[in-house]
Nanobody
Framework: QVQLVESGGGLVQAGGSLRLSCAAS????????MGWFRQDPGKEREFVAA????????YYAGSVEGRFTISRDNAKNTVYLQMNSLKPEETAVYYC?????????????????WGQGTQVTVSS
C-alpha cells in the first residue's frame, strides 16, 4: 500500500511558476514509476508527466514539453513537478500517481495509487 500526498498548488499569474511535490509513504517508493495528471471539472483526466523508478527516464505531454520538469528523490520518497510559463488553461487539480513496473505510463489506468490532488489556478 502506498499513500500519496500532493502539495505546492496555489494561485499564480500566467507566465509564473509553481513546484508541486508528492510525498509517498512506505519503504518501496523506488519500486514505483510515478506520474502527474491533471483534471479540470467537466474534462477528462489528462496525462502531464511521468518518471521511471530510477528517474533515468522521463515522459511528457506535448503541451508541457520544455516548460515542465518531473524529478524524484528516492531517498526522500518524493516526486516533484516544476511548472514554468504556466497558462490559464492549465488551471486544474493536479494528481500524482504510482505505478508498479509496467508500460504505458501515459495512461491513467496503469497506475495503482493516487493522491488526493492539489489545486493549481493560473490567472490571466
Amino acid at each position: 500500500q502506498v499513500q500519496l500526498v500532493e502539495s505546492g498548488g496555489g494561485l499564480v499569474q500566467a507566465g509564473g511558476s509553481l513546484r508541486l511535490s508528492c510525498a509517498a509513504s512506505g519503504r518501496t517508493f523506488s519500486s514505483y514509476a510515478m506520474g502527474w495528471f491533471r483534471q479540470d471539472p467537466g474534462k477528462e483526466r489528462e496525462f502531464v508527466a511521468a518518471i521511471s523508478r530510477s528517474g533515468g527516464s522521463t515522459y511528457y505531454a506535448g503541451s508541457v514539453e520544455g516548460r515542465f520538469t518531473i524529478s524524484r528523490d528516492n531517498a526522500k520518497n518524493t516526486v516533484y513537478l516544476q511548472m514554468n510559463s504556466l497558462k490559464p488553461e492549465e488551471t486544474a487539480v493536479y494528481y500524482c500517481a504510482a505505478s508498479r513496473p509496467r508500460g504505458g505510463l501515459r495512461t491513467d489506468s496503469v497506475y495503482d495509487y493516487w493522491g488526493q490532488g492539489t489545486q493549481v489556478t493560473v490567472s490571466s
